[in-house]
């Protein structure tokens, strides 16, 4: 590559980032710590070890060196993909994460660690969700507080989204129709081709239809109604609302309504709704509960695993199935098994 020619440098730099652009940012977030510990530890053996490109073992030692202090797989897990995503990035052929010697430890260090996730959270019931969808619709004091926790609770276990999904969701990016509504994410943790991905939530007739409740946060919210790129879901002032509640939907600026903000509207309404201490329900569930519990509904009805995968952004073994289009009616029938 010439470094003279100003049109190749030019692409050179926007080659490098639509290489880096491969893996979310996050993802680089968390695995440039993990590689740069793998360098270190090749540059301390005697005589030190080339980390780019790394034979398969130097990586199955490594491997081997990380479990031992490690409590979960996942810990080795994520070292593992630290090495191969800077060895796809660097252009460096096969990665040496693909090497038989360490397959094999990967699969040893499985089944002596586990894959059981440290305080993983129980997935939540639809049944709680329609209990508070049928007392919320009927409030009249304090309605816009517990509406607006309603419609995050819905949106997030129907379109198995995470805090960071929920938070990127924008009013202009939220299409209606008759039979359903679609919602587009411009990035989405686990899209692998990075092209969005849209949610397909199909319309229900009862009270706990998160196309509904949607339909009514666009049409209640100042900041919604004027149009344009907006936040959804957006942060409100939480010393005016905790006095007036009913002024909770009017103090909203635009700005994307923070994690522990979502987390409290959450247990505000499933509290107020079970009648279980809000301590007790944050030992047993989190925002995740609402992904797992959209999850483990559909699951249980025999939804195509298919569709379902592709619903909840969920990265397969099957790289086809990034290819294949699925019809709108096999999209539908992922909301559509949960009655609502």
């Not at 800077?86 to 430890?105: C, I």
């Not at 008759?178 to 692998?192: G, M, S």
Request: a positive charge; one cysteine or more.
């Amino acid at each position: 590559m010439s470094k003279s020619d100003p049109e190749e440098v030019r692409l050179a730099a926007v080659m490098a980032e639509v290489v880096l652009s491969s893996r979310a940012d996050g993802t680089w977030t968390t695995y440039l710590p993990l590689w740069q510990k793998f360098v270190q530890w090749c540059a301390a053996r005697t005589p030190p070890r080339t980390p780019l490109p790394a034979d398969g073992p130097t990586v199955a030692l490594y491997l081997i060196s990380v479990a031992q202090t490690a409590n979960t797989y996942s810990v080795v897990k994520a070292a593992s993909g630290a090495i191969c995503s800077f060895h796809d990035v660097a252009l460096a052929g096969v990665a040496p994460t693909e090497h038989p010697m360490v397959a094999l430890v990967r699969r040893s260090v499985q089944r002596r660690l586990g894959v059981a996730l440290v305080n993983q959270k129980e997935p939540l019931d639809f049944e709680v969700i329609r209990g508070a969808a049928s007392w919320v619709w009927t409030l009249e004091q304090g309605h816009n507080r517990w509406a607006l926790a309603l419609t995050l609770v819905l949106v997030g276990f129907c379109g198995f989204l995470r805090y960071s999904d929920l938070a990127q969701l924008y009013a202009d990016e939220i299409h209606f129709y008759e039979d359903r509504a679609e919602l587009f994410l411009e990035t989405r943790k686990n899209d692998q081709l990075r092209e969005g991905n849209v949610v397909v939530l199909a319309r229900g007739e009862s009270s706990a239809c998160p196309v509904a409740a949607l339909e009514w946060l666009l049409r209640s919210v100042p900041s919604l109604q004027a149009g344009g790129h907006v936040r959804l879901f957006q942060r409100f002032d939480g010393r005016v609302t905790r006095f007036h509640p009913e002024r909770i939907l009017s103090t909203m600026r635009g700005e994307e309504m923070s994690y522990d903000q979502m987390r409290s509207l959450m247990f505000a309404l499933l509290t107020k709704c079970t009648g279980v201490p809000e301590e007790d329900l944050k030992r047993r569930y989190g925002t995740q509960s609402l992904r797992s519990g959209g999850a483990t509904l559909v699951a249980a009805e025999g939804v195509s695993d298919r569709v379902f995968q592709r619903h909840g952004g969920w990265r397969t073994p099957q790289m086809k199935d990034h290819y294949v289009q699925d019809t709108m009616g096999a999209k539908l029938e992922v909301t559509r098994a949960m009655r609502y």
